[in-house]
């Protein structure tokens, strides 16, 4: 490995230890063994490289939503439960990325540079994973899904992470949520019915 990838490396185990704010370019220097001015060369800043790890292990965590045990089928609330319940369970996970999101949302503020370049990646992460819900391959950037459901997951899932992070005993399980949506679904349904 060379000191890019040695300092994303020092980058991403850094931020699961101490999170963005405590997160020192000294401490990715000591971590990754490379140099203090090799973090301005690679990256052009600590804050980009902690973006960049962020979002690396952001998408290393995919497998959260699809482990490849995913058997109900795409789109059904059976592949929600499904989803959602992995989800969950990675949460409890040690050594799991998930609390950064959190501390971007509070300390964000003290770390604009990151949190732009997170948020410009939230809409990357939507796309990503729409899949592990409704079946076949990423759809495209611009494809109307990505603001929706990509938006609507990404908002659930934030909520998720909160609560969790709140609360464990008290968030809310996959079957909860599986029954939230079915609610929703069935009140939807029944207004549709009702309108003139």
């Known amino acids: 490995m060379g000191h890019?990838?040695?300092l994303l490396e020092g980058a991403k185990r850094c931020l699961l230890e101490k999170g963005f704010v405590r997160t020192t370019a000294r401490d990715i220097v000591k971590e990754s063994g490379a140099n203090l001015a090799s973090i301005g060369y690679h990256y052009g800043s600590k804050d980009a490289l902690l973006a960049q790890a962020y979002l690396v292990l952001a998408e290393e965590s995919g497998d959260a939503?699809?482990?490849?045990?995913?058997?109900?089928p795409a789109g059904s609330l059976e592949r929600f439960q499904e989803v959602w319940g992995n989800v969950i369970e990675s949460l409890g996970r040690p050594g799991t990325m998930w609390?950064?999101?959190m501390e971007l949302?509070?300390?964000g503020d003290?770390?604009?540079?990151?949190r732009e370049i997170v948020a410009k990646a939230q809409g990357e992460g939507g796309r990503g994973v729409i899949p592990a819900f409704m079946g076949g391959e990423e759809p495209p950037v611009d494809h109307p899904s990505v603001g929706t459901l990509g938006k609507?997951?990404?908002?659930?899932m934030t909520g998720l992470i909160a609560e969790y992070m709140l609360d464990p005993?008290?968030?809310p399980s996959a079957e909860e949520l599986t029954e939230g949506m079915r609610r929703l679904i069935t009140a939807?349904?029944?207004?549709?019915v009702s309108q003139p």
């Open 188 to 192: 939807a349904q029944s207004t549709e």
């Open 169 to 171: 005993e008290s968030a």
């Open 99 to 101: 609390h950064l999101g």
């Open 110 to 114: 003290k770390l604009p540079a990151v």
């Open 65 to 72: 939503f699809d482990r490849g045990d995913l058997t109900a």
């Open 152 to 156: 609507l997951y990404m908002t659930l």
């Open 4 to 6: 890019r990838e040695d």
């Open 105 to 107: 949302v509070v300390m």
